[in-house]
């Protein structure tokens, strides 16, 4: 764990079931293999996975069955420890890499900015070979003036105890790479002759692995794992399909047919997911169908929530767990494969580095100190707890052009411009990246009538929700450091420092109390049931939010209205915004339009800038709050 990180108290419901292949799954990382540093369910960072994944394939060995390891991509964009390099990934790659992955597959997020691509082909694809999947994503090779696969377009391939899989990695039909990437729609790519071959491969195939960047649900906006299901299907109707996602940020399982099931894994290093399944039939399998002595599958791929359980023909059995991102669950779930220490040399070491890596990228540097904990969607929208009333005084305070402070101003921006929750605690240049990302700069109409200006935000929050949901694109991906000092006694070094004395005596085995108390978190319903989250939570509510958002500054104090305003807007959302007053019959046209601050002031400036006026009590020694969902 890293200094000021927390371990979870509540420890997993019981053992996994250890069957003939076992999986561990990840996806949509993000960048987060720090951990969650002010929450306990997922505290644990990337050294603690590497020392978790050797324990969980020795344990693997001694049952006599098969462990693979599984990453469906988006290893950056979320996080400073990925973001604050240049190029972005340039070391968390290197963080990443420690896992010593079987199969993985590229993300969207690894394809909009060519230097990202190209690095993904020149260096991080070189790294697994051909483990490392695309078969559907391209790349210009700049030596060859021709487009090529980024990795393997397939791997066959026997795993230690002789089952004989066939394994492809598609990417969903994405549209916004970079001109120099080239992504092949799944309706195009079941029709190639290569894939249609390695189908019907004339070497036996015992096991179909289909992972993707790619909704695991066929019915989900997006997915396409349909379209493959349907052409393996076709060709192979007895061979068992198994099928691992991501892209969507949730934990799902969704059974296909009684021998082809999908899983997904979360993500921002929140999840682990863990499949395992016997009665593959294969006459070259050399282990254990059912490893003694833990506990084994027993659920048929039967869609449990829709048919209540319907009996099926196929032996295949299976479990899902969806396990916490945290050492407590981790050393819980390796026991039997330890000596005396759930730390291997291997997880301290990446341990170490990550906490190198964030000293040199300055995301200990203290901004201030967050007084609570403010959530995007546990708590109604302007209730006490939601950060986007936090945001409105934000803005209102530092989204100021000084030769126009006097003039009264709204400020819109789309709530989708805020990318995680504000936990209480250290606000940190790290958490800068963590909350919202975007680098959208500030544009205005100067002196509307407010008659108008004031009806822009009901207009466009009324409008069709295309805004709120907002996935990173090029312009996101170069982010400028807050400049100016940070706050007293602020340095990098003294910031890192006052957080150390929480948590030394944490980095190093397991030391907290365990409880049977539950705490908020991931409560999950899937095609097998409510049964599948690892560590019993209890439920985070949801509540919907405005698509939009809006500041008022230097209004008049008597509480008349102005007759005019400067109407601030972002520059993402300037041609909802003159649509707007379009329609309201405003005469302001694009035209008027111009920078209200200088563009390197962008949404990911403004709560820090905030933090250093309004958040500094208790600086340096800044207490963690309990996490999201506590007391909602």
């Not at 053992?15 to 002010?38: I, R, S, V, Y």
């Not at 991906?477 to 000092?485: D, R, V």
Request: hydrophobic content about 35%; aromatic content about 12%.
């Amino acid at each position: 764990m890293q200094p000021g990180a927390q371990n979870a108290t509540v420890a997993p419901r019981g053992p996994l079931a250890w069957g003939q292949l076992n999986f561990l799954h990840t996806t949509d990382t993000h960048g987060w293999l720090e951990g969650h540093l002010k929450e306990q369910n997922y505290g644990a960072d990337w050294g603690d996975f590497v020392s978790f994944t050797r324990h969980m394939r020795h344990k693997s060995g001694n049952l006599g069955v098969d462990l693979l390891l599984i990453d469906t991509g988006d290893l950056h964009d979320g996080n400073g420890l990925s973001d604050a390099s240049s190029p972005n990934g340039a070391l968390s790659n290197l963080v990443f890499e420690n896992v010593d992955y079987d199969l993985l597959t590229i993300g969207n997020h690894e394809l909009y900015v060519t230097d990202i691509a190209y690095e993904t082909f020149n260096q991080f694809s070189k790294v697994y070979g051909e483990r490392y999947l695309t078969s559907n994503v391209q790349i210009l090779n700049n030596q060859t003036g021709e487009f090529e696969y980024i990795g393997s377009k397939f791997r066959y391939f026997t795993t230690a105890h002789g089952l004989r899989i066939m394994s492809f990695g598609v990417l969903y039909d994405f549209k916004g790479n970079s001109n120099v990437s080239k992504v092949i729609k799944a309706a195009d790519l079941v029709k190639e002759t290569w894939f249609l071959d390695a189908v019907q491969y004339p070497e036996p195939i015992d096991l179909f692995l289909v992972i993707g960047h790619n909704p695991v649900r066929p019915t989900a906006g997006g997915s396409t794992f349909g379209t493959l299901y349907k052409t393996i299907r076709g060709l192979r109707p007895d061979t068992p399909i198994q099928a691992f996602g991501g892209h969507t940020h949730i934990r799902d399982f969704a059974v296909f047919d009684d021998k082809s099931t999908g899983l997904e894994s979360g993500r921002y290093c929140e999840t682990v997911g863990w499949l395992s399944m016997s009665g593959i039939n294969s006459s070259t399998f050399k282990g254990n169908m059912k490893p003694r002595g833990v506990p084994n599958p027993t659920q048929p791929a039967v869609n449990v929530t829709a048919t209540g359980g319907n009996p099926t023909k196929s032996n295949l059995l299976y479990q899902r767990r969806y396990l916490d991102f945290n050492r407590l669950t981790f050393a819980y779930h390796a026991v039997g494969s330890q000596d005396n220490t759930f730390d291997l040399h291997s997880g301290e070491r990446v341990t170490d580095l990550i906490t190198t890596d964030r000293k040199a990228l300055n995301l200990t540097a203290l901004y201030g100190c967050a007084p609570a904990t403010y959530c995007q969607s546990c708590k109604p929208f302007g209730a006490e707890g939601n950060i986007f009333p936090l945001l409105a005084t934000a803005l209102a305070t530092t989204v100021i052009n000084q030769s126009r402070a006097d003039i009264p101003r709204l400020i819109i921006i789309n709530t989708g411009s805020v990318r995680f929750d504000l936990v209480e605690g250290p606000f940190t240049f790290d958490d800068s990246f963590i909350v919202s990302p975007f680098t959208d700069a500030f544009q205005f109409i100067p002196d509307v009538p407010y008659n108008y200006a004031s009806q822009i935000l009901g207009v466009i929050n009324a409008g069709p929700a295309d805004k709120k949901r907002r996935d990173l694109g090029p312009r996101d991906f170069s982010f400028t450091p807050m400049t100016g000092e940070v706050c007293p006694e602020g340095t990098a070094e003294h910031a890192h420092d006052s957080l150390k004395p929480r948590s030394e005596p944490m980095t190093r085995g397991l030391h907290r109390r365990q409880t049977t108390a539950t705490t908020p978190g991931y409560v999950t319903k899937d095609d097998f049931g409510t049964d599948g989250d690892d560590t019993i939570h209890s439920k985070i509510p949801f509540y919907p939010q405005p698509e939009y958002l809006q500041a008022n500054a230097s209004f008049p104090t008597d509480g008349s209205e102005p007759t005019t305003v400067d109407l601030i807007f972002l520059d993402f959302i300037v041609a909802d915004v003159l649509a707007a007053l379009k329609s309201v019959g405003a005469k302001e046209a694009a035209s008027d339009v111009s920078y209200y601050l200088p563009k390197t002031f962008t949404t990911n400036s403004y709560l820090p800038a905030y933090a250093k006026i309004a958040w500094q009590a208790n600086v340096p020694n800044c207490p963690v709050g309990a996490g999201v969902g506590s007391g909602s």
